[in-house]
């Protein structure tokens, strides 16, 4: 793990405090996994899966594959990520969601029919009013 480790903040050109900071965990724990003062455990792996989308957790896990999931694998992850994202308080925590997520939401042929009709009037407004855009 201790090189995948190293192989990750080379990547992303990341030193230990960032890289642990990415992940949310303190740099001396990275700094005694490089040192092979500890093992990575299961909050390190967790954390690089979390941050990092595109990882191909078969790679890191087990070290199958490549360190990059493929572009079909990656839309299923962010497909997943939106769908664990879709529960929402109130139209404006609706409408920020629809302003970050526009583009993957455009795409998706079905999206018109998930807001009713009325709503859908409301959310545009608030997305409109949310970027600026009257």
Partial sequence: ???KIKQIMDYYGLNQKEFAFKIKVSAQTISDIIKDK????DKITHGILETFDEIN???LLRDIGEMFLD???MKEVKRKRIDKE???RDLEELALFCANHEDELMKIKVFSNIIEKNATAEVL???KN???LN
């Fill in 1 to 3: 793990m201790k090189e």
């Fill in 38 to 41: 500890r093992n990575a455990g």
């Fill in 57 to 59: 957790p078969l790679w």
């Fill in 71 to 73: 572009n079909e694998k």
């Fill in 86 to 88: 879709l529960h929402f």
């Fill in 125 to 127: 407004k608030l997305v």
């Fill in 130 to 132: 949310f970027k600026g």
